[in-house]
């Protein structure tokens, strides 16, 4: 027994080091707010016209995933999440993947 195991807080304090939280280049975009609302004001069609197949598929299993995954009852299907509200955080995401995408573009281009 020459070696000594870590601790879990040995562990923890490392955490910190390696969260997607804390990377120096994730930024929210300034304009999530306003997107949000955008969203609310758009209809279910014009927002599903804006979205790939990839995304309302992936839209319709997070509300699978949610809604089947033991959360309402089976049959009580007055308690299911709109769909909509998965195709906006699909958007959503999508907003902030593309935000982050220009400003490593910027940054990249600032630095040549």
């Not at 020459?2 to 923890?12: A, I, N, V």
């Not at 995304?55 to 007055?78: H, V």
């Not at 573009?105 to 600032?110: R, S, V």
Request: charged fraction near 30%; charge should be neutral; aromatic fraction near 10%.
């Amino acid at each position: 027994m020459g070696h000594q195991l870590e601790t879990s807080d040995d562990q923890g304090n490392n955490q910190d080091e390696f969260s997607v939280g804390n990377r120096s280049s994730h930024q929210f975009s300034p304009f999530t707010e306003d997107f949000k609302e955008l969203l609310k004001a758009m209809s279910t069609k014009t927002m599903l016209s804006l979205m790939s197949t990839q995304q309302k598929n992936f839209a319709q299993s997070l509300w699978e995933a949610c809604n089947y995954g033991g959360r309402p009852l089976p049959g009580d299907l007055k308690n299911l999440e709109p769909k909509r509200d998965y195709y906006e955080w699909v958007l959503r995401m999508e907003h902030q993947r593309q935000w982050e995408e220009r400003q490593r573009y910027c940054q990249q281009a600032k630095n040549r």
